[in-house]
């Protein structure tokens, strides 16, 4: 495992990782802003480590999970940090060019989880989709959407651009086809993941409570955040 720690580290001392709970104290001669620049950076550097900590006790976890549920397929993650200032939490899941599982994290999310058990989770479900083979499984299902839908604009005699526009909706329609199905599977292997790396998963999922909710929206690439809290309770107790 290889990533990207000392851009996390530079990173996270310019940003306010937990929010101050009182007023910082008045003092003569900008001394105020001295004290909240190093208070700053002493939760900046809590929240780095704390970061360290769920990387270096989930990611074995996962990789020995991915080999046991997988044959061939390539499980050494690579953890990296996006560390662009003013983005939306966010994590995400991919392969670079040479196949290897590549899990991201940005700066906003770091700082926005409570405890390490929602890192712990968020990093498991993130691993969970590689491990599932959910990428290749989602750009199968757009092909055939595209291949489907183009198919019939052109048996209905629509001209190129019509086939074109069919096409890429087709691709987009059968991309999102099973994509709330694919969270759901990601987060009950993901509560595995966590939970056998020595974490909450249920205290993890708490996490959904503070995310917006999509609700159940057709086509909606997310389940509702009830139904993810949902089947993290009903895998946990089953382990």
């Known amino acids: 495992m290889r990533w990207l720690l000392p851009i996390l580290f530079l990173a996270l001392a310019g940003c306010e990782v937990v929010p101050t709970s009182t007023p910082a104290p008045q003092h003569p001669s900008g001394q105020t802003a001295q004290t909240s620049d190093s208070d700053r950076r002493q939760r900046a550097e809590i929240a780095a480590k704390q970061f360290v ?59 926005s989880v409570q405890n390490a058990d929602e890192l712990a989770f968020v990093m498991g479900h993130e691993t969970a989709h590689h491990i599932l083979g959910h990428l290749e499984r989602t750009r199968s299902n757009a092909i055939a959407g595209a291949v489907i ?41 993901g509560t595995v993941i966590t939970e056998r790396a020595g974490f909450n998963a249920v205290r993890g999922a708490a996490f959904f409570t503070r995310i917006p909710d999509p609700g159940n929206r057709f086509l909606g690439s997310h389940p509702p955040n009830s139904a993810r809290i949902e089947i993290v309770r009903r895998t946990a107790a089953r382990l």
Do not use: H
């Open 149 to 189: 839908l183009s198919g019939l604009a052109s048996l209905s005699g629509a001209n190129a651009e019509g086939i074109r526009n069919a096409e890429e909706l087709g691709a987009a329609v059968g991309a999102r086809s099973y994509s709330k199905d694919f969270e759901l599977e990601a987060d009950a292997l």
């Open 53 to 111: 900590n769920v990387v270096e006790t989930v990611e074995p976890v996962a990789e020995a999970e991915c080999r046991r549920r997988t044959s061939g397929a390539n499980c050494d993650f690579l953890i990296v940090v996006d560390n662009r200032p003013n983005q939306p939490p966010n994590a995400f899941q991919t392969v670079d060019k040479f196949g290897r599982p590549v899990v991201a994290f940005n700066l906003a999310l770091i700082a």
